[in-house]
Each structure stands twice: as C-alpha cells, then as structure tokens.
C-alpha cells in the first residue's frame, strides 16, 4: 500500500546545497508520481529555493515547516521540538538526512509518533560524527534509535550501511543518483574562428570559419568540502615539476550547472580531491563530459570509476601525498597524446548516460515507496 504521506526532513540551507537538492528531486518526482510528499523545512521563515534547475517542475514542490508540525520550545538559544500538532498516522512516512538521527528518538520514543521513520542516507562519513556529536560520544545503533529502513544513492552507501548497523537486504533500499545528460554530455556544439585562406586571386585572405569545438588543455576542479587548501598544495608541486607546463587551471566555483557544464566539456582533465562521497556526483558528470578524472574516490564514486581507463584514482594511495598526486596528473596528461584517449572517453561516457538516467532514478523511487 503506497504512504498516505511522504515527509522528508530538510535543513534550512541558504545557499545551493547538493543534498538538499537531492531532497527537492524525490519530493518533486515522488508528487509526479500520484504520491503526497513533503520537503519539511525548520522554520516557516525559510522560503524556497527558486534553484533554476527545477524549472516548471517546481510546481510539484510541496513544503511543510517543523514550526508548524511542532510545537517549539527554546532552550538555551537551541531549538527544541516539544509536542507534535499534526496528526501523523502508521501509513505516513517520515523521512530523515543521515546528519540528524536526533529526530529518530525524539519523534518516534519521546512523541510516539506511529509513522514509518526512514534515514536518507546520501553519505557514510558524517554517520558516525553526528551520532557522537547528538548522543553525547555514544554510537547508538540506527534500529535501537527507532529507524525502521534506510534510502541511499551508491552501492558504497549501502554496502557501509548494512555493515554498519547490522541492516538486512530488505531494510536497505536504493535509489541511485542521476545525472541531467542534456547538460553533462560529450557534445561540444561549433565555434566560429578566423582563418588565414587563399581567395581567388590567389591573395591571402582572413575568413571566419565555422567549426566543431575541441576540448582543450585544461585542468577543472572543484574545492567543496572543506578542501580547499590541497588544491593550492598539489597544483602548486605540478608547477614546480613542469608537469603542467601548456596547461591552464580552471576553478569549478558558484556555477550553474550550465555553467559547470560547459567548462567541463572544453576540459580533459577533472581533478578531484574528496574528503568521502556518498555517491560523487560532480566525478560522474566530469566522466560523461569526457574528461579524464584525477582524484581519489572517497569510496562512494568506486562504483563508476573502477575499471575505466579514463581514471586515475588508483594512482593516489596516499591522499596527503602532493607527489602522487603530481605523478597521476602527468600520467593523465601523457595520455591525453595516446591513440585510444578519444576513444575511450567516448565509450564511459556513454555507458555511464545509459546508466544515471532520470528515468532509471524514477523507476527506482517509485519501487521503494510502492513497498
């Protein structure tokens, strides 16, 4: 029997957040799919975020505020859930980012709440930081807190999960990320340049001349997560080797993702220091713009990087190595001259279009909930 409602708990971000976008997805897709669902913001004084990418889709955005489920109570400047005002039943479903397991006890122990509580896993690093940070040092097992299942986004997600707290096949469900491949494509579209020509007369001439674009010697990246500074420490060393000499550095920073598209199509090379991933999202999409990838995996991208020629991660052991990290960027750039580069950027980026579809994401939230 599918959920009289679907409530997902959402932190107020004020600016554009990867995991909470991912949060408006489900909800949004989940309305288009007949459910009654929820993105349930902290406070009523949170307006929505008119991200662009959701377009006319944002009409099958609903939203709720813990102000206005709850009674709320300050203590000590901290915002407290006290008594619950709306009247959830056992076929609702409540759904909770991995970063607060607080709700768990606090919903269905302390307000005996009977609706089904599901975390929404999209990482495995902050699990274990958050419950210690809430339960004063203490790792409480997700179940004894009250959490009846789990929703990830990658096969690593749902493999740290199940060895984690213990989860069975059938508590574990996933829904794998996708990728918007209108944008994050290979198709690289025409330029117009200026050619020397001989006209007629035999004359030198200057004509412009429409052509297809050619990646160029680029390096992208992205500082996210707190990482900032290692970019500044590996990119400085390649200098210092000459291993990029030729090449040009382009920061991935406040983007759309038109934006971050077109940069990486023109790029070859995406570098990709990650602290950990739940999934990886900007990885995938560098692979299907064609770009080589530099970087560690942070366990959650392995399930798309493993077995590619046209990654790199296996080459940095050691993440605080700035050395490694120099070596796997000369590696990459020496095959960028080789015969089958063309060829195999062309053959994971298609794959990987077949694979993180909108419509595969859909099929697979649709089953979750339908169970």
């Known amino acids: 029997m599918k959920p009289r409602g679907i409530y997902y708990i959402c932190p107020d971000m004020p600016t554009q957040s990867g995991g909470v976008s991912m949060i408006y997805d489900h909800v949004i897709s989940l ?9 349930v913001h902290f406070s009523s ?8 990418k959701f ?12 102000d206005k489920l709850f009674e709320i109570k300050n203590e000590n400047g901290n915002m407290q859930l006290a008594s619950c005002k709306f009247d959830f039943n056992e076929n609702d479903v409540i759904v909770v980012p991995e970063g607060f397991p607080q709700f768990f006890p606090i919903l269905k122990q302390n307000m005996s709440i009977k609706s089904k509580f599901i ?3 999209q990482g495995w690093l902050y699990l274990i930081p958050s419950m210690q940070q809430v339960f004063q040092g203490q790792i409480v097992n997700l179940k004894q807190l009250g959490c009846d299942g789990v929703i990830t986004v990658g096969d690593e997600t749902t493999r740290y ?12 469900k996933q829904v794998s990320n996708f990728v918007d491949t209108t944008l994050f494509n ?11 020509i001989e006209n007629e007369d035999g004359e030198l001439d200057i004509a412009s001349v429409t052509r297809l674009k050619e990646k160029k010697n680029k390096i992208a990246f992205m500082p996210r997560k707190g990482m900032e500074k290692w970019y500044g420490i590996f990119l400085s060393l390649a200098q210092a080797l000459g291993v990029t000499n030729g090449w040009e550095f382009i920061p991935i920073v406040n983007m759309t993702s038109e934006q971050v598209a077109g940069i990486l199509k023109e790029s070859k090379i995406f570098l990709n220091f990650t602290e950990g ?4 999202l900007p990885a995938l999409e560098s692979l299907m713009c064609g ?12 399930e798309f990087l493993n077995g590619k020629k046209t990654s790199f991660h296996n080459d940095i052991k050691d993440c605080n190595d700035p050395y490694q990290w120099a070596m796997a960027l000369d590696k990459a750039i020496a095959y960028t001259n080789t015969s089958e580069y063309n060829e195999n950027i062309q053959k994971v980026s298609e794959e990987s279009s077949n694979i993180y579809t909108y419509d595969n994401f859909v099929n697979e939230l649709d089953k979750v909930y339908n169970n």
């Open 277 to 280: 991933e739940g999934f990886g």
């Open 186 to 196: 290979m198709e690289m579209g025409t330029e117009e340049i200026e050619e020397v």
């Open 119 to 121: 975390m929404f896993a």
């Open 291 to 302: 770009c080589l990838y530099v970087g560690n995996a942070g366990l959650g991208s392995l």
């Open 45 to 52: 004084q949170f307006k929505k975020i008119p991200w662009r």
């Open 161 to 172: 999960i199940k060895d984690m707290f213990k989860f069975t096949d059938d508590e574990v």
């Open 31 to 39: 309305n288009k799919l007949g459910y009654n669902a929820y993105v």
């Open 55 to 66: 377009g006319k889709d944002i009409s099958f955005l609903k939203v709720h505020y813990l």
